[in-house]
């Protein structure tokens, strides 16, 4: 009997930026996606304008002009990662609403074999003596749990500036990560206020950088942080949740990645919200009547 496979999806990325396709593949990889195949290909139209200039005899020589150049990459995988896959994508060609950058689309994938799947941290099990209350606060979901969702999230753009960065931050202090965009409004990335506050203080008190220093990977990180200038250059991977996800994915991904906190997308990829870590402590303690309403 065959087993029943969950929903896949087929991501399809038209590369124009050749030069981005390392940092493409590399975020892609990061983001959990399985594997990718890179193909050459050509544009339609460019071609048909080259054929029109040089007749038909110049059809073997396509794939060796740099100008008609493109790459076409295509990974499957599980549909749940997608929206993951979408902005890692997103981020390592500053967005496909940038002229020439490419084009990416879906499309649903019926039945797969052979797909390499990387293999996941399991869920931690749950404990044998989890109580009702504690069954209750475990099956909630992010928007049950932050009744201020909405209206609470720090939105900036790739090339939003340090100053502009933490001018978002400061006006609603509470959330402690920045959601960046990309001119879709699309999320591809994320800043904790600590990164942002390393870059700003890195300008005022260096040594105390450099003492961490000691090893090449700290060196490189230590010389990122003096050319670090706006947001594009130090974005973390986006880490994200949906509203209907329930609390504990949300405290997952806070405790995996050690953030205060989550933004909050829908279907589209767009931030409609933020739920901090203090929220779902605050929660935790009202359910167990440790702290009144």
Known sequence: ???????????????????????????????????????????????????????????????????????TVLAVMEKSLIDTAIAAAEKAVG?????????????????????YKRKRPEEPKPHPTVSETDKLVREMTVKQAAEEMQGSEVIVHSDATLAEIA??????????????????????????LQA?????????????????VSDQEEAIAFGQLATDRIAADFMMLPVSVHADDPIREAFRLMHEHKLGGLPVIDDENHVIGFVSLLELIELVLREEGEINE
Request: proline share 6%.
């Open 196 to 212: 942002l506050a390393d870059r700003v203080f890195f300008r005022v008190i260096p040594e105390l950088f450099y003492r961490e």
């Open 95 to 115: 967005g496909f609403g940038r002229p020439d950058s490419g084009l990416l689309f879906t499309v649903p994938v019926g039945h797969t074999v052979g797909l």
């Open 1 to 71: 009997m065959t087993r029943e496979q969950s929903p896949r999806e087929l991501l399809v990325i038209i590369l124009n930026d050749r030069e981005r396709l390392p940092d493409l593949l590399k975020n892609l990889y990061a983001a959990g996606v399985p594997g990718a195949t890179v193909l050459d290909s050509v544009g339609g139209y460019a071609t048909t304008s080259w054929l029109e200039e040089l007749g038909l005899g110049s059809v073997a020589r396509l794939f060796h002009i740099n100008e008609l150049k493109q790459n």
């Open 167 to 192: 001018r978002a931050m400061l006006e609603k202090p509470a959330t402690q990560v920045a959601a960046v965009v990309s001119r879709e409004d699309h999320l591809i990335g994320i800043i904790p």
